[in-house]
């Protein structure tokens, strides 16, 4: 079955650091891709997401590209802030139904 | 709007005794969901709707029941509570039934402890 495979964390970085979280997933057809953000006491929100094979999503200094090549959705932030503390989800969807498969999470800490 | 709201933010229970869980959305979004999110492995789909009337299950779906009688409102019931069902339990809607590209909007999440 589809399924979606994250990094382990937690991964801890230091302010203005580069920050890359790997995501692969496993799916037939033509997935949909996604990273939603849970902030410490919080439900998740979307993060950004790619429709496509080559699809570039975008937001808030996160990006992420579509690679069917390698599977991959991988996410990555040039500068990372203290307020990007959370845990990450990268996921997908496949068919009309709009059922959401996620990894199992990142957690990620940015220090001062 | 609301969003989608989630009641009770928290709640312990003894084995064997029932509770409803309840979500509502104000969004008229025909799609609504149900998910568990334990440590390690993500958020599982336990049941989903694809609109009033309509209900199925997801991947984790045992020990929990649901309905939908209205676009609004799909409430999660435990039958029986058991230590296996303590985690956080999350639900979203989205809009369309067409859309697998559709943005999920998730609640604030039920934190359960069954004893």
């Known amino acids: 079955g589809d399924s979606v495979t994250q990094m382990e964390g937690p991964v801890t970085l230091s302010e203005e650091a580069f920050l890359t979280i790997n995501c692969t997933y496993t799916a037939t057809g033509y997935p949909s891709l996604f990273w939603y953000v849970q902030y410490p006491g919080e439900g998740l929100q979307l993060l950004l997401k790619a429709t496509k094979a080559d699809d570039k999503g975008s937001n808030k200094g996160f990006e992420a590209t579509y690679r069917k090549e390698t599977t991959s959705f991988h996410l990555e932030k040039g500068s990372v802030q203290v307020s990007d503390s959370a845990v990450y989800f990268c996921?997908?969807?496949?068919?009309?139904?709009?059922?959401?498969?996620f990894g199992q999470g990142t957690t990620l800490q940015v220090k001062p | 709007n609301a969003g989608v709201t989630q009641t009770p933010k928290f709640q312990v229970l003894k084995t064997g005794q029932s509770m409803t869980l309840q979500c509502a959305q104000d969004m008229n979004h025909e799609y609504m969901s149900w998910y568990r999110q334990d440590p390690g492995m993500g958020l599982r789909l336990i049941h989903y709707?694809?609109?009033?009337?309509?209900?199925d299950q997801g991947e984790v779906p045992n020990g929990y029941n649901v309905s939908r009688s209205t676009t609004e409102d799909f409430p999660l019931r435990l039958l029986s509570a058991a230590p296996s069902q303590t985690s956080v339990y999350f639900c979203a809607s989205h809009p369309t039934l067409a859309g697998n590209t559709d943005t999920q909007y998730f609640g604030p999440g039920t934190r359960l402890t069954v004893l």
């Open positions: 996921a997908l969807t496949t068919g009309n139904t709009g059922k959401l498969i």
């Open positions: 709707s694809v609109g009033a009337g309509i209900t």
